[in-house]
């Protein structure tokens, strides 16, 4: 598994946030299934600039990865679209760009169908220290723990603790995700398991106003961030669902047509979406809106709990 590492310079203007949405196609002999993703671009260590890394598979025996991906960055209300921008793995321009996760054949288990990864922090005990190559992966709360399961690895080097993606859902029923254990060795050889448990987050539209939902969480450090689509109850998979929002050629287009579709269901329309962790930890949470303006078009709003801050909610 690989990690592609993309940049994005702010403005004069500095964004108050910056999201990376990417799909990534198997090309050639024995090629998997194409994905798609969407990152929050965290502030680097160099001011101005913004850094997401794109979740890769082995590229196909005689095979490439192609990857086309582009930015949307909001200030004061408006969204705006970078162009589309499209790298193949393997490239020698890439090299640079490209860090190897190490997982042994034949590799950790693949979310349930229909469902992506999350980015946590490794959950670390108490009498733990983040320090050197850590090892995880996951099992079913049916499966025996083992240090066989942890086929992935990741080195900490001397801390903080990393982080890692791993699955929404191993399996789902009646459209809910089901928990299942993380598993992880750091260097004291001890096998510690984590059950990986969720929360179903709702936003209620008393208005009718909103188009798109999306649901931004993570830790209340915010080191682990990630952003959701938030697609309403009651509708329909298609061209206009929550997910295809990003990947639309035209998005403002896109939005015309999801907003007559969201008229045909009932008011008030209620949002929703999941969110992830280890079981007993604390995940914060806000919400971002596109909503119809009275003037035309649409406009981005932030929601916060009243006073102020993000909702917290423990799973």
């Known amino acids: 598994m690989f990690l592609l590492r993309r940049e994005y310079r702010d403005d004069a203007e500095r964004p108050e946030i910056v999201l990376l949405h990417a799909e990534i196609t198997p090309e050639g002999p024995g090629a ?5 993703t969407t990152q929050v671009a965290i502030p680097s260590a ?15 025996e005689g095979g490439r990865i192609a990857v086309r991906y582009r930015f949307s960055s909001v200030l004061d209300g408006r969204e705006r679209f970078s162009p589309q921008y499209r790298v193949e793995i393997p490239s020698d321009d890439l090299i640079g760009d490209l860090f190897r996760v190490i997982e042994e054949s034949p590799g950790n288990l693949v979310p349930a169908a229909g469902r992506g990864y ?8 108490d009498d733990e220290r983040a320090e050197g190559p850590i090892r995880f992966g996951y099992g079913a709360m049916r499966k025996k723990p083992s240090p066989s399961l942890c086929r992935a690895m990741i080195d900490a080097g001397n801390g903080p603790a990393p982080v890692i993606e791993i699955p929404e ?3 789902v029923l009646k459209n809910r995700p089901m928990p299942y254990f993380l598993y992880h060795l750091s260097g004291d050889g001890k096998l510690r398991g984590d059950k990986i448990a969720c929360a179903r987050i709702t936003l209620s539209d ?4 909103v188009v798109s939902a999306r649901l931004l969480w993570g830790d209340p450090g915010w080191r682990a961030v990630n952003v959701s689509s938030m697609e309403a109850k009651g509708f329909p ?5 929550a997910g295809e929002e990003f990947f639309a050629e035209d998005p403002e287009g896109w939005r015309e047509g999801r907003a007559e579709a969201l008229s045909r269901l009932p008011s008030p329309r209620v ?5 992830y962790g280890a079981s007993g930890t604390r995940v914060e949470h806000c919400f971002q809106t596109v909503v119809r303006l009275p003037s035309g078009g649409t406009g981005v709003l932030w929601r916060n709990r009243d006073g102020g801050g993000n909702w917290v909610v423990t799973l």
């Open 169 to 171: 859902a191993l399996s």
């Open 271 to 275: 949002f929703e979406a999941y969110v």
């Open 237 to 241: 998979a298609g061209e206009f669902a």
């Open 118 to 125: 999350f980015r946590l922090i490794v959950p670390l005990a």
């Open 32 to 36: 998997g299934p194409p994905c798609r």
């Open 206 to 209: 008393p208005r009718g106003d």
């Open 46 to 60: 160099e001011a101005g600039r913004r850094v997401a890394h794109v979740r890769l598979p082995e590229p196909p």
